[in-house]
Structures are given as C-alpha cells and as structure tokens.
C-alpha cells in the first residue's frame, strides 16, 4: 500500500508540473491531509464511511488506514470511466479490495445508498459541493464528520457553501488550515 501512495505521489507531482490536463490529471490531496482524514477518520462514530472523489485512489488508501483500524468498509464514488479505471488498479495493486467498495457513477444519482454516515470525505468539482452538502449532511449520524477538501485554495467558488456551513444549526463546523483547507463539519447532537 505505502508503495502505490508513493507512486500516486510521484504521478501527481508530475502532472502538476508537466502541462498534463485537468481532466487527465490526479489532483489529489497532499500527504498531511491524508494523515489528517486518517485521524478523524478512525475518530468518527459507527456508521458508513464514503469519499465522493476518488480519482486513482490516492485518498481513498488513507481512508482505508482508518478503516482497517476500526474493522469498516469505505465507499468511494467516481464519476469519470477513466478514473475508475485507474482506482481500480490502484486498489488491486495496493491489496486492499476487501475493504473499499467503488462505485461508478455521480454521486447524486447514488443518494439511496447513503444512509447513516459516520464520516464522509467530499473531494468532487467544487460547483457540486452545495448539492453534496446537501445529500450528506441530513445522513450523518449524530457525531458524523464531513470534511470538504479546496476550503482555502478554492475558496472563493465555495464561499456561499462554507458560509452556509459555519452557520448551520445542524452542524458544529471549522476551516482547519491543513493542506489546501479543510471544512470540517460534525453533525450536532
Ligand atoms: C480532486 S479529484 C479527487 C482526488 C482524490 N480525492 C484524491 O485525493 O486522491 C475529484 C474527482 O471527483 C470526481 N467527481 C467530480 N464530481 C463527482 C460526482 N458528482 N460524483 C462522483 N465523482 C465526482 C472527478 O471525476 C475527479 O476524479
């Protein structure tokens, strides 16, 4: 597993530098957020735990650290063919297909499968974040945790949705400055 992280890691970097195309590109989280999303992860109460954003996995090997540690299964939704494509080969190399389970598909068309969420990790494009918000956050369990990736360097396309979340009745929520910026969402209870 720590083999496939370094190697995503490599490919990120390289893509990022090397004129690759945002749709071809990985675009996933740095290191530090992995081990953030790991903490919390392990922290957060029984119920499903799901990512919407898998790419080729590279968040999704994180979570499943936690998962392992707590004897859960994560859910990770994708969008693209492509990516799935290279999820997959990320998960089978990696050896961890017992515990991930991905789908293919957008989210939204998947909201009968998200029920009860103890932890969910939104990483999609930041225009479906509000609708995101909106599917997950009625389904966390009391204590659930949503953590919402590009709160900082995407901030100004989410604005309206973090400013939504810091004042929803519904949730405990902060801006942690780690990585690219996390909104962090515990459901009140
Ligand atoms: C920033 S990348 C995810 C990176 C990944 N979380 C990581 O750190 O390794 C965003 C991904 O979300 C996918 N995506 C965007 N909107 C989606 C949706 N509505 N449902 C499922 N996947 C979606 C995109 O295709 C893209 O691969």
């Not at 998947?110 to 969420?117: G, K, L, P, S």
């Not at 509000?130 to 949503?146: I, K, S």
């Amino acid at each position: 597993m720590l083999q496939q992280m370094h190697e995503l890691e490599r490919r990120d970097e390289t893509d990022r530098n090397n004129g690759t195309s945002r749709l071809d590109r990985l675009r996933q989280i740095p290191p530090e957020t992995g081990r953030f999303l790991a903490l919390w992860a392990a922290s957060a109460p029984e119920g499903i735990v799901i990512e919407i954003g898998t790419s080729a996995g590279y968040s999704a090997l994180w979570l499943v650290l936690a998962c392992r540690a707590t004897g859960r299964t994560l859910t990770t939704f994708e969008v693209l063919p492509q990516k799935v494509a290279l999820a997959r080969e990320t998960f089978s190399r990696a050896g961890v297909n017992d515990v991930i389970r991905l789908v293919e598909g957008d989210v939204l068309d998947h909201a009968d499968e998200i029920e009860r969420v103890g932890f969910c990790f939104l990483d999609a494009e930041k225009e479906a974040y509000e609708a995101c918000y909106d599917l997950v956050v009625p389904r966390l369990v009391p204590g659930g945790l949503l953590i919402a990736d590009n709160a900082i360097n995407h901030r100004e396309t989410l604005q309206p949705m973090l400013d939504a979340a810091l004042v929803d009745e519904r949730v405990d929520a902060l801006i942690a400055t780690v990585g690219t910026g996390e909104l962090v969402c515990r459901k009140r209870t």
